[in-house]
């Protein structure tokens, strides 16, 4: 059973328009949310995180929602620029253990941002 | 600086062949290091981790092994491909921000 979900296989927006990729996971013991993006024939690079004592982390263009209770977060783009074009993988570990953790990655959503 | 490196790029191998594929990191001692892989249409799936040398922790049982023979080196192998191990295959150390990951192996095994 998948621990995360990114439901969204796929998402296309405008350029200059706000994309949104959306997350859900099963363990509420998950406290450390992160967002990773993938270009093709590349590994991921680390883009946003977030700790469970937070709800929202900002990072220029990027920003990361985290809901406790529904067990969900969201990556928010803006504006949307055709350089963000990329898989986008949600990914969430129990950081209980120091820097020994383990991420659980969902199946990633392809955002293309048309010109 | 810190850095990780993986080679090959890519890897076209017949089913039945060995594989051996080789991560090293620089710029940090006594790192944690991964094996992740991609399938088609899946997302990163955790097939191995290590805490240090000779420890090598498996998270699903399949075709593969890893080994961890020096501090900063990390390698999956195989002694019989199967067609079912295509894939991209990506090593990865800890940071205080997560994961940092290799440039990846894309494997296609024919």
């Known amino acids: 059973d998948q621990q995360v979900k990114q439901n969204s296989p796929s998402l296309s927006v405008q350029e200059g328009r706000i994309s949104i990729l959306n997350c859900d996971y099963t363990?509420?013991?998950?406290?450390?949310f992160l967002w990773y993006k993938k270009y093709p024939a590349e590994g991921p690079t680390f883009l946003i995180s977030?700790?469970?004592?937070?709800d929202k982390n900002e990072d220029g263009r990027f920003t990361v929602f985290l809901n406790k209770s529904a067990k969900h977060l969201s990556l928010h783009i803006v504006p949307s620029q055709p350089g963000d074009s990329a898989v986008y993988f949600c990914a969430v570990g129990d950081n209980s253990g120091g820097s020994n953790y383990k991420l659980t990655f969902g199946k990633g959503t392809l955002l293309t941002v048309n010109p | 600086s810190q850095t990780i490196h993986q080679w090959p790029a890519t890897l076209v191998q017949p089913v039945g062949s060995p594989l051996s594929l080789e991560c090293t990191v620089e710029g940090t001692s006594n790192p944690n290091l991964y094996w992740y892989r991609q399938a088609a249409g899946r997302g990163l799936q955790l097939l191995f981790y290590?805490?240090?040398?000779?420890?090598i922790s498996s998270e699903v049982p399949q075709n593969l092994s890893a080994s961890r023979p020096q501090d900063r080196q990390f390698i999956l192998s195989s002694k019989k491909l199967l067609l079912s191990d295509s894939g991209f295959y990506l090593c990865?150390?800890?940071?205080?921000?997560?994961?940092?990951f290799g440039s990846g192996t894309r494997l296609t095994v024919v």
């Open positions: 290590s805490v240090g040398i000779g420890q």
């Open positions: 990865a150390w800890t940071t205080r921000l997560g994961y940092t």
């Open positions: 977030i700790s469970s004592i937070k």
């Open positions: 363990n509420s013991m998950f406290d450390y």
